[in-house]
């Protein structure tokens, strides 16, 4: 099994407003610039085989503080982007509320298939996050890896190498700049349960 290092980006802005970022291009704020600094220097003198990283800035941004420190060169991955959230990126809860009639306070009748309008579903995530993964695990068996991507993507990864559902994703987005570890088989892939 591959032991994949999984990191969400540091904080930016859109964090702390509570806008729903998805595949915005958001860079890190001050606070997570240093989050990313804090996060590198613990890992310093870790051994990693490789370090992938969402294209999007605010995780490109954290992969690039932390291969300084780990000594490792970045490989882009755009499937470990954040969920595409569609017509409701860069505004407020509230805003969806009021322009798209959406009541967050009623559980989705399927957590994981539905999605704001234009958007991706945590089904469609978690399936091109897992062939990512499960491509990693095949490229560096029996391996620690460091995945730097997106609270969504990577709570995708937590449930399937935790053979949890997808309804339970929300419950599992880890903290800005906090890495977790997971055991990845190559045959991953096969196993969402959705």
Same mark, same amino acid.
């Given at each position: ?17 509570? /806008?729903?970022? *998805?595949?915005?291009? #958001?860079?890190?704020? !001050?606070?997570?610039?240093? &989050? +990313?600094?804090?996060?590198? =220097? ?72 539905? /999605?704001?309008? *234009?958007?991706?579903? #945590?089904?469609?995530? !978690?399936?091109?996050?897992? &062939? +990512?993964?499960?491509?990693? =695990? ?57």
């Amino acid at each position: 099994m591959t032991e994949l290092w999984l990191v969400r980006h540091g904080q930016t802005d859109w964090n702390v407003e509570g /806008r729903f970022q *998805g595949q915005s291009d #958001v860079p890190l704020n !001050a606070s997570g610039l240093a &989050q +990313a600094r804090e996060l590198a =220097a613990e890992l310093n003198g870790h051994q990693f085989s490789a370090l992938y990283s969402s294209d999007l800035k605010r995780a490109y941004q954290t992969a690039e503080i932390i291969a300084s420190k780990v000594g490792l060169s970045i490989r882009v991955d755009r499937r470990l982007r954040e969920i595409c959230q569609g017509e409701w990126e860069g505004l407020l809860l509230d805003e969806v509320r009021q322009r798209f009639d959406h009541d967050f306070s009623v559980p989705y009748h399927d957590t994981a298939r539905s /999605r704001a309008p *234009g958007g991706e579903s #945590v089904v469609e995530v !978690a399936d091109r996050v897992t &062939q +990512a993964a499960n491509d990693i =695990a095949l490229a560096f068996p029996a391996q620690p890896v460091l995945i730097v991507s997106h609270g969504l993507a990577l709570a995708t990864l937590v449930c399937t190498a935790a053979n949890l559902p997808l309804s339970e994703v929300y419950s599992h987005i880890p903290d800005n700049a906090h890495p977790l570890s997971v055991e990845w088989p190559p045959d991953m892939v096969d196993k969402i349960k959705k």
